[in-house]
């Protein structure tokens, strides 16, 4: 699978999960920013770094969803093996 296809994946994951995905660029702040997980106002999110390659983008996304309970969710056998490496 594409790593284009991964990261379209795991985006939708993250919505039937209730989190917003969102890709920032971090160039313009004045303080050290990394991408990760927040919550702003209740809502939950993974704010990405735009100018990270879409392989760490990946990895962002996986390490961080792979820690919600997605057993009844359907996931593709490959996303769910990228989640399952990512633990």
């Known amino acids: 699978m594409k790593p284009e296809q991964i990261f379209q994946h795991l985006k939708?994951?993250?919505e039937k999960l209730d989190i917003m995905v969102s890709e920032q660029s971090f160039a313009t702040a004045s303080i050290p920013v990394k991408s990760g997980y927040c919550?702003?106002?209740?809502?939950?999110r993974i704010i990405i770094d735009k100018h990270l390659t879409l392989h760490k983008k990946?990895?962002?996304l996986a390490k961080f969803l792979s820690r919600f309970a997605i057993e009844n969710i359907y996931v593709l056998p490959k996303v769910r093996e990228f989640l399952e490496s990512h633990k």
Do not use: P, S, T
């Open 58 to 60: 990946n990895a962002i």
């Open 39 to 44: 919550r702003v106002r209740g809502q939950q």
């Open 12 to 14: 939708e994951l993250a």
